[in-house]
């Protein structure tokens, strides 16, 4: 008896899988007509699907993965993105899935880029890691390398949120992007050729992240001193950790295990157009002074946090590590040119 149950329930449930995958395959491109999807929309419409209710951003996934090729490369092609036809199939997937609106019908937001019109390109050359500790200024620096070469900077993440304002390349990592954004401390499977290595000094950095998720994320958000502790960050215990994730990524990218360009945020701040000279040198890509003088006008704000407010958040034993750490990076960093002695009295 439990036996025949075991198979009429097997038997019930491959009839409803065939369902299921007879109308995913047979999605239409519709520009008409959306989907919404907790909020937010995309716009194929599924037989399966086709309702005001909330399926899921899982779902989603699901159907991207279920996908055959033509219709991928269809919705692909709704965005309008320069240099999607570069694309492989799979990178097209990740690219789809990592929609923060999840409207194919629509260009993808795009912030203002005076210079040059930014796309992919092809899947060649050099794949290049654009490495640092969290709140090192990374996406900053993705700005300055888009408007300098016109090609999209990739992320080992999907930050739908900022795919939102303008960073067409999240979650990609393969070559048709300049560089790949990573926070990782250690090598990861991506098989990097070279890096381009962002540090900031240990405390400002980690003041930095604490400013990003104390404001909901937000990656130019500063918050005043009442707000600070707001993400539960400002703890002793925690911060000691985080130091040594810090010192533990400095030590792991600059191991000399690939050619690496040390770019200092300080000095990225002083002298942005020699710090962007320097990237471009090392990713060997052309460019003119005209492009920089254009880049140094028209340089992308939005995604540059504005300087915090002057207070010390941070206990005197905080300090103390902060101080410990510094000494440990410093003859790291010195093989690439770069000290932080400034903060060693």
């Known amino acids: 008896m439990f036996r025949e149950m075991k198979r009429v329930i097997v038997t019930l449930c491959l009839g409803l899988l065939f369902i299921i995958a007879f109308f995913v395959l047979h999605l239409e491109v519709n520009d008409g007509e959306a989907l919404v999807v907790e909020g937010e929309r ?52 990740n690219f789809l899935w990592c929609d923060s609106e999840m409207r194919t019908h629509q260009p993808l ?10 796309g992919f390109k092809e899947d060649t050359g050099k ?14 620096c993705r700005t300055l390398l888009e408007q300098a070469t016109g090609v999209f ?14 960073f067409v390349g999240e979650y990609i990592t393969t070559r048709n992007v300049i560089a790949i954004k990573t926070h990782s401390p250690r090598v990861t499977k991506i098989k990097y050729d070279a890096a381009i290595f962002v540090v900031r000094h240990v405390a400002d950095a980690i003041k930095s992240e604490i400013n990003r998720k104390s404001s909901h994320r937000n990656h130019t958000g500063t918050v ?4 600070y502790g707001a993400s539960g960050l400002l703890d002793d215990k925690f911060l000691i950790k985080f130091s040594d994730r810090y010192l533990k990524t400095v030590a792991i ?25 320097r990237m ?12 920089l003088d254009c880049v140094m006008n028209h ?23 902060f101080l410990q750490v510094t000494r440990q990076a410093e003859p790291l960093l010195n093989k690439y040119n770069v000290s932080y002695k400034e903060f060693l009295t």
């Not at 991207?64 to 036809?85: A, R, Y």
């Not at 937001?109 to 930014?118: A, I, L």
């Not at 794949?127 to 900053?140: D, I, M, R």
Request: charged share 30%.
């Open 42 to 93: 995309f716009s194929f419409r599924n037989p399966l699907l086709n309702s005001a209710d909330s399926v899921g951003k899982k779902v989603y996934s699901k159907l991207i993965w279920t996908l055959p090729g033509s219709k991928i490369d269809s919705l692909v092609e709704q965005f309008n993105v320069k240099g999607t036809e570069y694309l492989s199939l799979d990178t097209k997937r």
């Open 109 to 118: 937001k795009m912030f203002e880029r005076s210079c040059v019109d930014v």
């Open 127 to 140: 794949k290049v890691a654009l490495a640092s500790f969290p709140g090192s200024g990374s996406t900053w």
């Open 153 to 166: 900077t990739g992320a080992i993440y999907c930050d739908r949120s900022l795919k939102a304002e303008g």
């Open 224 to 227: 005043d001193e009442s707000e």
């Open 253 to 277: 990218w600059l191991d000399g295990h690939i050619p690496v360009i040390v770019v200092r945020y300080e000095d990225l701040l002083k002298d942005t157009r020699t710090q962007l000279r």
């Open 280 to 291: 471009l040198d090392f990713l060997e890509f052309p460019y003119t002074e005209e492009r």
């Open 299 to 321: 340089q992308v704000q939005t995604f540059h946090r504005k300087h915090a407010h002057d207070f010390d958040p941070f206990s005197p034993a905080l300090h103390r590590k």
